[in-house]
């Protein structure tokens, strides 16, 4: 089947690589960065005065700014940009597209199904991370007005809930204004960073061999157990790297490449080697103070106020990307089968990635404010924070490996030792987060085993309950003979939705039950979500002819695609005359389901999967049928 995108979005990708690189990177900046970008506010104070404080010598500034540099190397620049973006899926990038990539390419093999649970975990372990990232971030920022006036302490903590709210609170409204404004932002906020960088380093330029990978070798000979608790909190510098991979459908792969090595990474470096500088240049009773905030204490004191505004603008920025990122993910798992469906909005009426989904955004906001609220400072809140971010790193790799053996067919020996170095890496971080269980790290693990139960109920309930309809079904043959004759034909057509393509639809034989009748032309319609990111419009709709007024039609669509019934139906010709809506009856079965005791899941997870059915958005909204056109009915099935 082809998989090239349609008409309008081909148009629209092409349009895309017209725009000239600068411009597309410039946007990559404002959307991209901003998690990663954000994180020196904490990253460094966190190292040094976290739960595992670190005196701030010279063996331990030079240390961690060596760990932070081959971190953001290791794992952002060769294991993201230079390796893992080049395992897109159709032009799209993140956990569940690379997973359609592997299931669709990997069918039958044996090792399949445990790597559809592992990137289900990493998109569960996802929602924690988008609770994390917009309280730790909005919160850092906040608290950098106690350097400006510590008068400021008592309102950080209502100013960072206030900011939370408004920001959630705009999301139905859609972002494609404020949208065009996160590029300059961003980009002032990492000339602003580098700046505030390069003041420090000037005045002690001996900061820069801190680069040399032999000080982490060091940190690690002189003070190893410090040194592995210090990765818990170093890995907060590099959190972020995943959306780079996950936004590349918006901008390409090329865009984020130049955006990062040649304005984000020198950047952020710049900040952190600025940090080092202006700690080692105090005696130690002030640099034991002034690692409570370097990033704030970096600014002379007139223009603190303007870096904390900047601040706080560049982590609104990035809780937006995180807040868009969860509307993605979330859509892309209801196409592929993972999630009950939701109601989507579109916030935009040209760009088709602009998404609002209420039930996400709300949900999100209560628990960001709670943790806000239950923490009460980023330092207490970076213990958690790390956990869901380099659990899903260690997903990638693990998902990356069967893509270098199986699908890129790499030479074995560079595989192993490309995937040993990042599984190591990858090993020593997360196991550093570990440690921070107790201190609040239970959070995004207890969040992504609740959102792992319920995309894994549903996706198993789904089968279950699609096996069952199947074994009752009637030989789709048999039925056209025997009912063609018998019943009475009334004018019109009848559209039956069925979630398989074989077998009558339990919705057909209950009308024909009841009401005695078939329509002159009678349509058994699925809808099929592929394993790639688009289907070409012509490649939209399968149809057959089963005789007697009856046609089999499967439209299908991709899974960053919305499903139109209506829309699709006006282009399918073969089958009669053209649909008219006045003349259209939509039938849908609505199952009520029976948890029993029939081998399958466990009772606990049958009625769960009956509570998600219950509270699915009704088909009918989903695939946009007209609302006056629609009949459901009821049938009972056994799980």
Not at 44 to 70: C, K
Not at 490 to 514: C, E, I, Q, R, W
Not at 528 to 534: A, G, L, N, S, T
Not at 566 to 584: I, Y
Request: charged share 10%.
């Amino acid at each position: 089947m082809s998989t090239t995108a349609t008409a309008a979005e081909a148009h629209a990708s092409q349009a895309q690589s017209d725009q000239p690189l600068a411009k597309l990177a410039v946007a990559a900046i404002g959307i991209v960065f901003g998690d990663i970008g954000t994180s020196p506010i904490y990253a460094f104070r966190e190292t040094f005065a976290g739960h595992h404080p670190l005196t701030p010598d010279v063996l331990h500034i030079y240390g961690v700014l060596s760990l932070i540099f081959w971190s953001m190397m290791i794992v952002v620049t060769i294991k993201y940009v230079s390796i893992i973006m080049r395992a897109d899926n159709k032009g799209e990038g993140g956990s569940l597209a690379l997973l359609a990539l592997i299931n669709r390419q990997s069918e039958g093999k044996r090792w399949s199904a445990p790597i559809v649970m592992l990137g289900v975990f990493a998109t569960a372990l996802f929602y924690g991370d988008s609770m994390i990232t917009p309280a730790m971030s909005v919160l850092s920022a906040a608290e950098g007005l106690v350097t400006v006036d510590s008068h400021f302490g008592p309102w950080v903590l209502p100013i960072a809930v206030a900011i939370l709210i408004g920001l959630f609170s705009i999301q139905g409204h859609g972002t494609a204004k404020v949208g065009q404004l996160f590029g300059p932002i961003m980009m002032v906020y990492f000339v602003v960073l580098a700046v505030l960088g390069v003041m420090q380093i000037v005045h002690s330029p001996s900061i820069l061999i801190a680069l040399n990978p032999w000080y982490a070798v060091q940190f690690f000979m002189t003070d190893g157990t410090l040194a592995f608790l210090a990765l818990g909190s170093v890995v907060l510098a590099v959190t972020g790297a995943e959306a780079l991979y996950a936004d590349m459908g918006h901008f390409g792969r090329n865009p984020i490449r130049v955006s990062w090595l040649f304005f984000v990474l020198p950047g952020l470096m710049l900040n952190y080697l600025g940090q080092g500088a202006m700690i080692l240049s105090l005696d130690p009773a002030g640099a034991a103070e002034a690692i409570k905030n370097p990033f704030f204490l970096l600014a002379p004191e007139p223009v603190r106020l303007p870096l904390v505004i900047l601040a706080l603008l560049a982590t609104v920025i990035a809780s937006q990307a995180v807040i868009s990122g969860a509307f993605s993910l979330t859509q892309q798992a209801i196409q592929l089968g993972f999630i009950p469906r939701l109601r989507i909005q579109h916030t935009s009426a040209s760009a088709a990635g602009q998404i609002y989904i209420p039930v996400i955004n709300w949900a999100l906001m209560v628990m960001v404010i709670l943790l806000v609220l239950f923490f009460g400072s980023s330092s207490n809140l970076a213990a958690a924070y790390g956990i869901a971010v380099t659990g899903a790193m260690f997903i990638d790799t693990c998902l990356l490996a069967v893509v270098l053996f199986s699908l890129w067919r790499w030479n074995k020996a560079i595989a192993v030792v490309v995937l040993a170095v990042f599984f190591i890496v990858d090993t020593a971080y997360f196991a550093a987060n570990l440690t921070k269980v107790p201190d609040g790290g239970w959070f995004p693990l207890l969040v992504g085993l609740f959102a792992f139960t319920l995309l894994t109920t549903w996706a198993k309930g789904r089968k279950l309950m699609m096996d069952r309809m199947r074994e009752a079904a009637m030989p789709i043959a048999v039925f056209v003979n025997s009912a063609a004759n018998s019943a009475t034909r009334v004018p019109g057509t009848a559209v039956f939705m069925t979630s398989t393509a074989d077998g009558v639809p339990h919705a057909l034989l209950h009308n024909l039950k009841h009401n005695k009748v078939l329509h002159e032309r009678v349509i058994l319609l699925t809808v099929k979500i592929e394993d790639v990111p688009y289907v070409a419009m012509e490649q939209r709709c399968g149809l057959k002819d089963l005789g007697h007024g009856f046609h089999r039609l499967v439209i299908r669509y991709g899974f960053m695609q919305e499903p139109d019934v209506p829309e699709a139906l006006r282009l399918t010709t073969g089958c009669g005359p053209e649909f008219k809506m006045m003349d259209t009856s939509f039938f849908l079965a609505r199952q009520t389901l029976l948890p029993s005791a029939r081998p399958g899941m466990a009772l606990w997870r049958e009625r769960l999967f009956a509570w998600m059915m219950r509270n699915a958005e009704s088909a009918m909204d989903f695939f946009k049928l007209p609302t006056n056109r629609v009949v459901e009915l009821g049938s009972q099935v056994e799980i």
